[in-house]
């Protein structure tokens, strides 16, 4: 079965970090553009990180550049994103695809919670 599962989410306090992951099976995720996405109560699905391995190209949504890294492990066939300097407005369900734009995401898996409170 082709598929991603998200996890690594949990309840952080402002300031403190979580590390979520991007696992694939059923295909090797080293082929593909991975994006990371989120989104919060009564908004919309927004892009948050990308990774281009063949164009070597990251790239990062304002409101997360300088506190979150993208990365890419290929021999788990995984991508990782680190989130440090959590705040309480990064809190939203966190999803990956084999795309960079939220428009062209076909389907979605179920996700992961992030939720920043003190």
């Known amino acids: 079965q082709v598929q991603l599962v998200e996890s690594g989410g949990g309840l952080v306090q402002p300031g403190g970090s979580l590390r979520l992951s991007c696992t694939a099976s059923?295909?090797?995720?080293?082929?593909?553009?991975i994006g990371w996405f989120r989104q919060a109560p009564g908004k919309e699905r927004e892009g948050v990180s990308c990774i281009n391995s063949k164009l070597g190209s990251i790239y990062y949504a304002d409101s997360v550049k300088g506190r979150f890294t993208i990365s890419r492990d290929n021999a788990k066939n995984t991508v990782y994103l680190q989130m440090n300097s959590l705040k309480a407005e990064d809190t939203a369900v966190y999803y990956c695809?084999?795309?960079?734009?939220?428009?062209?995401?076909?389907?979605w898996g179920q996700g992961t919670q992030v939720t920043v409170s003190s």
């Open positions: 059923g295909f090797t995720l080293a082929n593909y553009v």
């Open positions: 695809a084999t795309n960079c734009l939220v428009q062209f995401v076909g389907s």
